[in-house]
Nanobody, 124 residues
């Protein structure tokens, strides 16, 4: 199983980035998807999650209205469109997959699969 995240980079405050996570080795349509992030010296935190069909989504309060999670089941890919980026969004961003939508807001140790991180750095 592979979850390959990409699209991170160094941007200025107010800019946008679109992260992608390409998934292989599982039946993508059977998994709910999520994005998490971890800033230096902090615990990894929930950012967004998306249900199987892409019609149900949930966001952390800190990103609500600025970030949008979406999926393309034909391409086995989940995206995170990040607008109006702030310096406090600086972190390594991780995608995750789980068979249960609720688990993506539950204990992270119980989430089925994780990808490697992609670094997002927002300068002021």
């Amino acid at each position: 199983v592979q979850l390959q995240a990409s699209g991170g980079g160094l941007v200025q405050a107010g800019d946008s980035l679109n992260l992608s996570c390409a998934v292989s080795g599982i039946t993508f349509g059977n998994y709910c998807m999520g994005w998490f992030r971890q800033a230096p010296g902090k615990e990894r935190e929930f950012v967004a999650r998306l249900g199987l069909s892409g019609s149900v989504a949930d966001y952390a309060d800190s990103v609500k209205g600025r970030f949008t999670i979406s999926r393309d089941n034909a391409k086995n890919t989940v995206y995170l469109q990040m607008n109006s980026l702030k310096p406090e969004d600086t972190a390594a961003y991780y995608c995750a997959a789980d068979r249960f939508y609720s688990q993506l807001r539950g204990a992270q140790t119980r989430i089925d699969y994780w990808g490697q991180g992609t670094q997002v750095t927002v300068s002021s």
